[in-house]
């Protein structure tokens, strides 16, 4: 790049229409018109937003979880449809890129994918959750390098990752190697318990980290917890102890690892909003670059399979006979 843009950003903290995917979509595109219209150019939302994160998995078993399941496979996101049509004219009429993560049925399958669409309404990539975590494997499939992208634009090059990928070296290896430079991190909830895995502290750590090694300007999006998603799917007391109300931690991180913008209250909608400049990225390159001058390829070296996996492969062509009614009484 020769120019290094100042624009707007923006991370959205907001809770999701639980399993309701028409709710959830208007929901997401009314946000969109909201931060656009307070001069956002990139815009963020939270992991599993559409339409919802299937939280019952940390709740009990799969006996109480199977309906929420049937649920959420009915509200899952197709690639082509009418969520896609509706997020894609968001982003037209408002001139934005925007990235939100969705729960994404492909075949008979869901995936965990982050869709990016660009101001021309095109959606232009996708990119799914390499690896679920944990009890999140009995929601989603794995995703592959050829679903990891970043994308060049006018305000820099664009890419994301969800949740605890953040966590993993050589995922940061892979996108530092694309050259990314503003980064959407998509977060479900962070709890306040220092000692659970999705505390809010090491979930910021986690991204600050990324910013500072990659040196990209990270922005952070959570969703909320609300009374009406515990009155969707909890059903005893004691799973709607597990959670109260509230558990954001949206926020705009510089590569310098600082918070930059507005905050917000852990348990607020709202949208968090940062003018950031790309320039402020060289400093921080001049002093590590660990895909260029700060990396070490004689030893330690990282191979990026960017090749779709499918597994199971169709070779030659299906021979079929195919005759109608009339056909056959001819005969």
């Not at 990891?148 to 996108?175: D, I, S």
């Not at 004689?298 to 005759?323: C, I, N, W, Y």
Request: hydrophobic share 40%; with cysteine.
């Amino acid at each position: 790049m020769s120019n290094y843009p100042k624009y707007r950003v923006a991370a959205v903290q907001a809770s999701p229409v639980m399993l309701d995917l028409d709710a959830t979509v208007e929901k997401t595109c009314r946000l969109v018109d909201e931060a656009a219209a307070n001069g956002a150019k990139v815009i963020a939302f939270p992991e599993a937003f559409i339409p919802g994160y299937p939280w019952w998995i940390w709740m009990g078993n799969a006996d109480y979880g199977m309906k929420y399941y049937i649920d959420l496979y009915k509200n899952a996101v197709e690639i082509p449809g009418p969520a896609v049509q509706k997020l894609s004219a968001a982003a037209k009429r408002n001139e934005v890129y925007f990235c939100v993560s969705v729960t994404e049925k492909d075949g008979a399958s869901l995936y965990l994918t982050q869709l990016w669409f660009n101001p021309a309404g095109a959606l232009i990539g996708k990119h799914r959750k390499l690896k679920a975590t944990s009890a999140e494997k009995t929601i989603w499939g794995d995703g592959d390098g050829s679903m990891m992208p970043v994308f060049k634009t006018e305000y820099g090059n664009l890419g994301g990752l969800q949740c605890w990928e953040h966590m993993l070296p050589l995922n940061v290896a892979a996108m530092s190697s694309m050259n990314e430079q503003v980064h959407v991190a998509s977060w479900p909830i962070g709890l306040p318990n220092k000692a659970h895995l999705f505390a809010v502290e090491q979930c910021v750590i986690a991204t600050k980290y990324y910013a500072l090694t990659n040196q990209v300007f990270c922005l952070l999006s959570s969703q909320i917890w609300t009374q009406e998603q515990q009155d969707r799917i909890c059903e005893t007391e004691e799973q709607r102890n597990v959670m109260k109300v509230g558990h954001g931690f949206s926020k705009i991180i510089a590569p310098n690892g600082l918070e930059i913008g507005n905050q917000l209250a852990h348990d607020e909608e709202g949208i968090t909003y940062a003018d950031i400049d790309l320039e402020q990225i060289i400093p921080g390159k001049y002093l590590i670059d660990p895909a260029g001058h700060y990396s070490t390829p004689g030893f330690l070296s990282l191979s990026f399979d960017r090749a779709e996996h499918k597994p199971v492969k169709h070779l030659g062509t299906v021979r079929q006979t195919v005759l109608t009614y009339d056909e056959l009484q001819a005969e």
